[in-house]
């Protein structure tokens, strides 16, 4: 048995005490694989998708790098896309995609089929990866891929880490000149303003996304900050620019900022300076964390929210809803007088063959709210309900607050994925506090 210790989900909002193991080798897991609990990587999963009750593998240790063969990369499972980037930027590649934090396995943006700001070109992450190794329930290790048991695959590509424990993965890196990108702003007035700039936009630039003020009222909202990028190429640079720029040292919160020190007031105060500091300009080069990962600059920035955490509202809803409906929505936000400071809206492209991944073709909207007692929770509730009637879906990655009843709405592929569990998974052995919420753990 490994230590009993409090594990948490990033918003810090959902924790449970549970037997947590730090394997080193894949040895060291065949004696202890049978048991249940979940996978765990860097700890980015906002709500409990990454927590267990029983037992938590801690995978982070299991974090080599194998092989590099033709552009593909085969690494543990426990790798962090931040130290791909680190020994293969300078060699000439990157990853095809990326969410908006380096600290996340390979595991865990498998899991999770992350996305990232190139989304409505590139696809999800599931996409480049050639092959998987999994260790099911049974104590096998299968070798899948699209074209290698494609319905393991496909329930494993965005499955959260229940049809298996990941070991391995296969990804192909993209080939890139430099570290930069090329980023022009751009501002709105309101949202249906937003919302025709990507109608016009999303062709010229392979990264586009917006930073919405939540918070603006009356005719300002939905106005938003937009960035669109392409990467930079090596002649565009000045002579004394490194091709390939490493970040310096992070910044740290050391501390929880006493709860409810982030008012309502301090988010309009925030959202106003962020838009007003904003002005269209001319063309920027941005070294590569800068651009896809502005919130690593400080570490721990989820303290920032205080002690009793918050929470992320993300959704993605189809093409055809439109401004009128987003509208409605954050008025039911403005409405209940919730404090928000970090609002995200993409375009999306079309939808991943994983039988649980998130993305589908249309807009994500990405909010985070603090913690506030049962008014939060309500506030969750409502908003779900509403993406479940305009056709959208909540990010299971992100979620704290989805039921078992929304979520057979939201996903139409659900009694696939439930049908490759119970094969691979009869007794329901990998399960995390969000399988068990939602049922999904499966087993008697």
Same mark, same amino acid.
């Given at each position: 048995?490994?230590?009993?210790?409090?594990?948490?989900?990033?918003?810090?909002?959902?924790?449970?005490?549970?037997?947590?193991?730090?394997?080193?080798? &894949?040895?060291?897991?065949?004696?202890?694989?049978? /048991?249940?609990?979940?996978?765990?990587?860097?700890?980015?999963?906002?709500?409990?998708?990454? =927590?267990?009750?029983?037992?938590?593998?801690?995978? %982070?240790?299991?974090?080599?790098?194998? !092989?590099?063969?033709?552009?593909?990369?085969?690494?543990?499972?426990?790798?962090?896309?931040?130290?791909?980037?680190?020994?293969?930027?300078?060699? *000439?590649?990157?990853?095809?995609?990326?969410?908006?934090?380096?600290?996340?396995?390979?595991? /865990?943006? @498998?899991?999770?089929?992350?996305?990232?700001?190139?989304?409505?070109?590139?696809?999800?992450? !599931?996409?480049?990866?050639?092959? =998987? %190794?999994?260790?099911?329930?049974?104590?096998?290790?299968?070798?899948?891929?699209?074209?290698?048991?494609?319905?393991?695959?496909?329930?494993?590509?965005? /499955?959260?880490?229940?049809?298996?424990?990941?070991?391995?993965? !296969?990804? #192909?890196?993209?080939?890139?000149?430099?570290?930069?990108?090329?980023?022009?702003?751009?501002? %709105?007035?309101?949202?249906?303003?937003?919302?025709?700039?990507?109608?016009?936009?999303?062709?010229?630039?392979?990264?586009? &996304?917006?930073?919405?003020?939540?918070?603006?009222?009356?005719?300002?909202?939905?106005?938003? &900050?937009?960035?669109?990028?392409?990467?930079?190429?090596?002649?565009?640079?000045?002579?004394?620019?490194?091709?390939?720029?490493?970040?310096?040292?992070?910044?740290?919160?050391?501390?929880?900022?006493?709860?409810?020190?982030?008012?309502?007031?301090?988010?309009?105060?925030?959202?106003?300076?962020?838009?007003?500091?904003?002005?269209?300009?001319? $063309?920027? =080069?941005?070294?590569?964390?800068?651009?896809?990962?502005?919130?690593?600059?400080?570490?721990?920035?989820?303290?920032?929210?205080?002690?009793? *955490?918050?929470? $992320?509202?993300?959704?993605?809803?189809?093409?055809?809803?439109?401004?009128?409906?987003?509208?409605?929505?954050?008025?039911? =936000?403005?409405?209940?007088?919730?404090?928000?400071?970090?609002? @995200?809206?993409? #375009?999306?492209?079309?939808?991943?063959? *994983?039988?649980?991944?998130?993305?589908?073709?249309?807009?994500?909207?990405?909010?985070?709210?603090?913690?506030?007692?049962?008014?939060?929770?309500?506030?969750?509730?409502?908003?779900?309900?509403?993406?479940?009637?305009?056709?959208?879906?909540?990010?299971?990655?992100?979620?704290?607050?989805?039921?078992?009843?929304?979520?057979?709405?939201?996903?139409? #592929?659900?009694?696939?994925?439930?049908? &490759?569990?119970?094969?691979?998974?009869?007794?329901?052995?990998?399960? !995390?506090?969000?399988?068990?919420?939602?049922?999904?753990?499966?087993?008697?």
């Amino acid at each position: 048995m490994g230590k009993q210790i409090e594990v948490a989900g990033w918003g810090h909002q959902m924790r449970v005490a549970a037997d947590v193991e730090r394997p080193e080798t &894949v040895r060291a897991l065949e004696s202890s694989c049978h /048991g249940q609990g979940i996978a765990r990587g860097l700890g980015r999963s906002y709500g409990d998708a990454a =927590i267990a009750p029983e037992r938590v593998w801690m995978m %982070t240790r299991l974090n080599r790098m194998l !092989s590099f063969r033709n552009g593909v990369l085969t690494a543990e499972a426990g790798t962090s896309l931040g130290d791909i980037l680190r020994v293969f930027l300078p060699r *000439g590649y990157t990853l095809p995609v990326t969410p908006g934090t380096q600290w996340v396995t390979l595991g /865990g943006a @498998v899991a999770a089929d992350v996305h990232g700001k190139n989304h409505h070109t590139a696809g999800t992450f !599931s996409r480049y990866v050639e092959e =998987i %190794t999994l260790c099911t329930a049974d104590g096998e290790m299968r070798r899948i891929g699209p074209g290698r048991d494609p319905d393991l695959f496909w329930a494993t590509v965005g /499955g959260m880490g229940l049809t298996g424990l990941i070991l391995e993965v !296969s990804l #192909r890196l993209q080939a890139i000149e430099t570290g930069y990108i090329s980023v022009d702003y751009f501002r %709105t007035r309101d949202l249906e303003e937003t919302l025709n700039w990507f109608s016009v936009h999303d062709a010229s630039y392979p990264f586009t &996304v917006a930073w919405l003020d939540c918070l603006a009222s009356g005719r300002s909202l939905g106005r938003a &900050v937009l960035m669109g990028g392409r990467p930079t190429e090596r002649a565009e640079l000045s002579g004394r620019q490194p091709a390939f720029p490493m970040p310096h040292r992070t910044l740290r919160m050391p501390f929880s900022l006493p709860s409810g020190m982030l008012s309502r007031s301090v988010g309009v105060a925030f959202n106003a300076a962020y838009y007003g500091v904003h002005r269209p300009g001319a $063309q920027q =080069i941005e070294p590569w964390w800068k651009f896809f990962y502005p919130l690593d600059v400080v570490d721990d920035w989820h303290r920032l929210y205080g002690r009793r *955490g918050f929470a $992320q509202y993300q959704a993605v809803f189809p093409a055809e809803v439109g401004a009128q409906e987003l509208a409605a929505l954050l008025g039911r =936000i403005q409405n209940a007088r919730h404090p928000n400071f970090l609002g @995200v809206l993409k #375009r999306m492209g079309p939808s991943s063959p *994983g039988m649980l991944s998130f993305p589908r073709a249309g807009l994500t909207l990405a909010l985070d709210l603090p913690m506030q007692g049962e008014g939060t929770s309500r506030l969750f509730r409502e908003l779900y309900a509403q993406t479940a009637d305009l056709g959208g879906r909540a990010y299971l990655a992100k979620d704290s607050f989805l039921t078992p009843d929304l979520l057979q709405r939201m996903y139409p #592929r659900l009694s696939e994925f439930r049908a &490759v569990k119970k094969r691979v998974d009869p007794a329901g052995r990998w399960r !995390s506090a969000l399988a068990l919420r939602l049922g999904l753990a499966g087993g008697s």
